[in-house]
């Protein structure tokens, strides 16, 4: 278990990651609001996702290791907005946390180091869905420049009931 004392480094995520990664999503997908997929994923089935994340160009993976452990404590990346030709300088983005790394400053690391990575490439705008209530998430989208766009009242149904999410964009 990592403490506010435990050194990180972040790094563009590979293929040996993919066990992990799926662990710390499935969290999210079994525990919580903030995914609105319903059902858990194999390794196999998410493999697609972590492909569609190569080391350059628009759409990013990075990932939060303990220096001392290897232990991957969060991933965020930049994907495709929407899949119509217009929205190509446009990238929707999105950072996942192991239940027991928040707290830490990983999400402050992960975006610092997506946001380096993304300054060289042709993108105009990033968008990030905050399923709500989540003030951590917006603290830290609003600690990055972030400005609120709009909610989407009521728009997913998870858990018997149904969630806002909050959209923020940012200049990039």
Known sequence: MPSERTEVQVRPGVEGDL???????????????????????????RRPW????????????????AVDSQEILGYATSSAFRAKPA??????????????AHG????????????????GEDLHRAYAGITQPNEASVRLHERFGFRYGGTYREVGRKFGRYWDVAWYEKEL
Not at 20 to 38: G, K, M, S
Request: net charge negative.
């Open 50 to 65: 972590l492909l569609s994340h190569p080391e350059d160009g628009p759409h990013r993976l990075m990932v939060a290791t």
């Open 104 to 119: 830490l400053g990983v999400g402050t690391l992960l975006y610092k180091a997506l946001f380096e990575a993304l300054a």
């Open 19 to 45: 066990d992990a990664l799926t662990d710390i999503y499935n969290h999210y997908v079994r525990e919580t609001p903030i995914t609105f997929d319903t059902a858990t994923f194999t390794p196999e089935e």
């Open 87 to 100: 929205y190509v300088t446009s990238a929707e983005v999105t950072i996942y946390l192991a239940p027991d």
